[in-house]
Structure formats: structure tokens, C-alpha cells
């Protein structure tokens, strides 16, 4: 008996059959349905609300279900239109006007218009809005800039900033920029999240938590209906599974291969895909307190990690040894001149000494998995070595990809002297804006999780994001990224060279240097 019936109740019942029983199956007993492509997943999603989740995990979700007014150029990180069908700039580059797309809706029936772009941005900035307590929202710093959003008419919208902002319109491709529905959050308030309603090429179908995540084609899609019918994601948290059931054929594309099962994976029945993007994996030093309050005892971490050890033994070359907190995919605004700290233990032994830190004790945070984190329990464990090997007492404590979140956003102090990290982001200005300045400190609503500070790197920061001028962005970059190798808030580890895995039942998918996944042309035969 064929496991999908196509209509709604089926695909319902039948993305719910798959999540509870392709697990058990094996070979051509997990053959899955032509038309519906089942997603290996890194872990569950948080919520399926973009405004409210940072997780690159839930962005590939999130993408297929809703648009923003601009999206990423296929391929690339340029930006070009989507709800919005153009838009103007003012010439001191405070003002942007967008013109809507005409006749589209909501999943839930709802229009789209000028009125629901406001709404979606004030509910993020506005602590006065009434569904502003649907939040938090973390990355409500991407639209720090806006001060007013004015409706026009019915399909013009108007942003003007508090000054100009040079990342604002990729900021408004990023997934925090989705449009969700009105009518929806008034509806679900604090339930949006598990009730989500957008415009996009998928609508959703079903959650069923710890076991699938079920998105349906939406024939009424403006920019065409997808060749997909049913999309399910699936949550498998553990890469070793994740790749039985690739092999297995219960699921029909994976992400994040881990690098020691890539060999697996070269005959004719798969496709493996590569694409480079702004990737950094690090490890946050607690700067406040402890052991890393002192700048010689980061730097003698970092000379104490052997990351080329890492890149090649660990990742299997799948990543390159990072110098800094810029990812090299950032080529205008990358520092060349930066030399990663090299592998030398003797040098941390003697920063140690200097410091009077020898045989410190460090509890270390490590996940389980998560989004970009690579091999992140085997990296945990050769780092650990590498650190107790100049000296440091570690002790590793492990958790779940969410619930390790939940520990180590809110900041390090009072818990841990260090944790593992990775980001993907689409502009020069993201990561250390978010996670390096002073005012991103956590109890300040950002991600700066070991409290480094530095008004040097603030001021370079804030005059980058103002910049109008490219070349003038660059080396304020630049310049940044010399001053924070030199402190040293982080271990700069890898930057990584996304992949995934398709049978040869799918055509039409490609990796995006977004790290997005964008399902709406893939074909399940």
C-alpha cells in the first residue's frame, strides 16, 4: 500500500507515517514517495517564526514558507526583488521606498500589503506594538537603524533610518526580514511559532515534534507553483544515523555530511554538493571572568588548539584554519595580511606562566550538533586535549543543539569559561556587530556571549555600517579584524565549506552560499 494519498488529510498522515517508521526501514523498503522530498535535518526547530529564531537549522525551513521584500540572487549573496518589486533610495541614504507586489496573499487568505510589511517590523522594534510579546527577537538588531516605516499607499512602504546603513537591504533578505501574516499572529499570539503562516512557495502542514516538520506545495504560489508536492523535514540529530538513512534511502537529501562519511557517498546513485559561504566556527572565550579575563590566557589558548590538526584529521579538509573573526567568503572586507595563530605549545605554555594561569580549570560547553558545527563533539574532545596538554584542567559539559542555546546565549558568566560557536552570515557587519561590540552583550539583547569589549572595535563597528563607500567599509573591517585577533576574545578555529547529499531522485537542487536551503525548483522523481 502506497504510503502517500494526495490530498490533505493523506499528506498529513502520510508525512507522519515517514517520521515514525523510515527509521525502521532499510534498502527498498524505505524507497520514498515520487513528488515528496524528505529532508535529514541536523536538529528539531526551535519555531517557525522567523522574527524569533536564529538557527540556520530552522532557516531552512523558514525559507520555503515565507518571502521577504528582497531575496538573495540565486548563487550568490546580491540582492534583488521578491514582495518588493523595486525600490528607491534617497540620495543621503536614509530613505528607502519600496513598491509591493500586487495580488498576493497569505497562506491563511490574508493580503499582503503595505500595512502588513509595518506590522511585521514594528511588532520586532516596537516594545509598545500589541503582539510584541509574541517575541523575543533576538536579531532585531539587523533593523536597528529604522525609526519610522510609513504605508504610502496599500502597495508602498517607506523605511527611513536613523542614518545611513550600508547593510540594510541584505539585512532584509536575511531570513529575520521574512514576512509572516498578520491575521496569523493575531490568531496563534505566542503560538505563531508552532502555527506559521507566509507567502511562500510551501505552506505549512504539520509539526510533529521530534519527528517531522511537513510543508505542502502552494499551487497559488506568485512566482509559480513548486514541482514538489510535500516537503518533510526530518530531525536527526545524530550524523551517523543521519547517514544510514541516506544510505538507506529514507531520506533523499541530507545536510551537513559529516566529512569521515563523504567517501560513502561517490557512487552514481548520489550527488554530493559543495558551495563556499561566510562560515566561522570558534570558541567564545568568557572574557569577564575567570581564567579568559586575561588576554594572555586567550591567546594562549589559541596557540594551544592545533586547527590545522583539526581541518585535516578531524574535518577531513572540508575546512580551512580561520585567522579571524571575518569569513574569508567576504572577499572585499577580508584582512589577507592576518596569519592564523599558529599550532605552537610552547608559546602557550610560556603565556601561561606569564600570566600565572598554569593548570586553570575551564569547563567547556559542547553541543551535540547544530547548525554549522561541523563534528563538534570529536573537535570538543581533540581541543580539550590540546588545551590540557599546555596545562589547562577541562571539563567538558554536552548538550542538545536547542538546549545548549539556551546556555550558552544568554552569556557565559556563572556557568562555563568557554563554548563552542559557529555562524553563517550574509554581511561583513553581522557576526561581530551581533556577537563582538560592547552593547551586544547578552543582557543588552545581543550575542556577545564571553563579553569582550573594546571601544576601539565598537567605534570601527558603528562608522563600517554607516559607511556609504565599499573600499571605506573594507578597511574599517579590516582594521577591526587585526584588533580583535590580537585580544583574542575567540579561538578562531575553521571556516567551512558546506555540503550535502541528493539520490539520484532529485534534479534541480543546489547549495547556496546562504546556507539556505531553497527547495522550490527541485524536482523528487
Do not use: C
Amino acid at each position: 500500500m502506497s504510503l502517500f494519498s494526495f490530498t490533505r488529510r493523506g499528506l498529513l498522515a502520510a508525512g507522519t507515517a515517514l517520521a515514525l517508521t523510515v527509521g525502521t526501514l532499510t534498502g527498498a523498503q524505505a524507497q520514498t514517495p515520487p513528488g515528496v522530498l524528505i529532508v535529514g535535518q541536523i536538529a528539531e526547530p526551535k519555531a517557525l517564526d522567523p522574527a524569533a529564531v536564529t538557527a540556520v537549522n530552522d532557516f531552512r525551513i523558514l525559507m520555503n514558507v515565507y518571502d521577504g521584500l528582497v531575496r538573495y540572487k540565486d548563487g550568490t549573496l546580491e540582492v534583488e526583488p521578491a514582495l518588493a518589486t523595486d525600490w528607491t533610495i534617497s540620495e543621503d541614504g536614509t530613505e528607502y521606498t519600496f513598491n509591493l507586489r500586487e495580488g498576493v496573499s497569505f497562506h491563511d487568505g490574508s493580503p499582503f500589503n503595505a500595512e502588513a510589511v509595518k506590522f511585521n517590523f514594528e511588532r520586532m522594534l516596537n516594545e509598545d506594538h500589541p503582539y510584541h510579546d509574541t517575541g523575543p527577537f533576538p536579531l532585531a538588531f539587523f533593523f536597528s537603524a529604522v525609526e519610522t516605516i510609513e504605508v504610502v499607499d496599500d502597495l508602498t512602504v517607506k523605511f527611513t533610518l536613523n542614518a545611513p546603513y550600508a547593510p540594510f537591504l541584505s539585512n532584509l533578505a536575511y531570513p529575520t526580514g521574512l514576512i509572516v501574516s498578520p491575521a496569523a499572529v493575531e490568531q496563534h499570539g505566542s503560538d505563531f511559532g508552532r502555527n506559521p503562516s507566509g507567502t511562500g512557495p510551501f505552506t505549512f502542514a504539520e509539526w510533529r515534534s521530534n519527528e517531522a516538520v511537513v510543508i505542502e506545495g502552494n499551487p497559488d504560489y506568485w512566482g509559480g507553483a513548486p514541482d514538489l508536492q510535500a516537503v518533510v523535514f526530518r530531525p536527526i540529530t545524530d550524523a551517523n544515523t543521519r547517514t544510514a538513512e541516506m544510505l538507506a534511502g529514507g531520506i533523499d537529501l541530507m545536510v551537513e555530511v559529516p566529512p569521515v562519511a563523504l567517501s560513502e557517498f561517490q557512487g552514481a546513485e548520489y550527488t554530493v554538493h559543495e558551495q563556499a559561504g561566510p562560515h566561522v566556527w570558534f570558541l567564545i572565550l568568557n572574557a569577564k571572568e575567570g581564567p579568559f579575563a586575561d588576554k594572555l590566557v586567550r591567546q594562549a589558548a589559541n596557540y594551544a588548539v592545533n586547527k590545522t590538526a583539526l581541518v585535516d584529521d578531524v574535518l577531513e579538509g572540508t575546512a580551512a584554519v580561520a585567522a579571524g573573526p571575518t569569513p574569508p567568503a567576504f572577499a572585499w572586507a577580508y584582512n589577507e595580511d592576518l596569519e592564523p595563530y599558529p599550532y605552537d605549545p610552547d608559546k602557550a605554555r610560556a603565556l601561561l606562566a606569564e600570566a600565572g594561569a598554569e593548570g586553570a580549570e575551564l569547563t567547556f560547553f559542547v553541543t551535540e550538533g547544530g547548525s554549522g558545527m561541523l563534528d563538534p563533539i570529536a573537535m570538543g574532545t581533540a581541543i580539550q586535549a590540546d588545551l590540557e596538554a599546555v596545562g589547562f584542567d577541562v571539563t567538558i559539559e554536552t548538550y542538545e543543539w536547542n538546549t545548549f542555546l539556551g546556555e550558552v546565549n544568554p552569556g557565559l558568566a556563572g556557568k562555563a569559561d568557554m563554548a563552542e560557536m559557529a555562524w553563517m552570515t550574509n554581511d561583513p557587519d553581522t557576526l561581530p556587530f551581533l556577537a563582538l561590540r560592547t552593547d551586544a552583550w547578552p543582557e543588552a539583547g545581543g550575542f556577545n556571549s564571553g563579553y569582550y569589549s573594546n571601544p576601539k572595535v565598537d567605534e570601527l563597528l558603528e562608522a563600517a555600517r554607516v559607511a556609504t563607500d565599499q573600499d571605506e567599509r573594507a578597511r574599517l573591517y579590516k582594521e577591526m579584524q587585526t584588533i580583535v585577533q590580537e585580544d583574542a576574545p575567540w579561538v578562531f578555529v575553521a571556516n567551512w565549506k558546506q555540503n550535502a547529499v541528493t539520490s539520484d531522485r532529485v534534479e534541480g537542487f543546489s547549495l547556496q552560499p546562504s546556507f539556505f536551503l531553497l527547495l522550490d525548483d527541485v524536482v523528487k522523481n
